[in-house]
């Protein structure tokens, strides 16, 4: 009989340690288990660089798509006669940010001057910016008569972008034109975008 009450005490003892030992296990293996890769989509998208969000000049999730209070630099006149009046409708036609192209727009101004295409490094730091468009020449520090040449180093005064506003810049491209500062929707993430600086002509049509 003793040895009967033992040995029953003894296999079930028995039992329940393998059956821990085989969760704990089971338990062991589960980090290592990801069947819909969310894990390794997490940790991607914690690893991308700021900079590189879109093409290349693409630091315009960081400061609220270009938006503004409206003000202009000293010295730039508005348009006397613009393709596209002040209050009228437009669509654009340029992918300077997510959410731009194809969507409807009101202008808020429309002024002649000399646009710029630039490239810059951020004065607060950060990668290269190429081709950003644009910078008007009122926004940049002694620039003397537009339109500047190609390859001309300048620094610029504009605060369209963080890390934007005292660094020296290389004119891209320059062109004489009329630009237009807009309000729109994205088309993106549905957020408004008031006094957004700046759009070209040749970037709008008409809204029908």
Known sequence: MSYKKFFIPASALILLLSGCGANNEQDSSLPEEDPT??????????????????????????????????????????????????????????????????????????YDTTVYSVTYTPADGGKPVKGHK????????????????????????TGHMPGMKGAEAIIESAEPTTVYMVDFVSGEDGKTVDNHKWVIESELSEAK
């Open 134 to 157: 644009w910078v008007i020449h009122e926004e940049l520090e002694d620039p003397g008569k537009a339109p500047l040449k190609e390859g001309t180093a300048i620094t610029m005064k």
């Open 37 to 110: 890769g969310q894990e390794q989509q997490y940790d991607r998208e914690e690893s991308n660089d700021p900079y590189d969000m879109h093409h290349s000049d693409d630091r315009s999730h960081m400061h609220g798509m270009h938006g503004s209070s409206g003000e202009v630099p000293e010295g730039l006149e508005a348009a006397q006669n613009p393709k596209f009046p002040v209050s009228s409708e437009v669509v654009m036609h340029a992918d300077h940010m997510p959410g731009m192209d194809g969507v409807k727009a009101t202008v808020k101004g429309a």
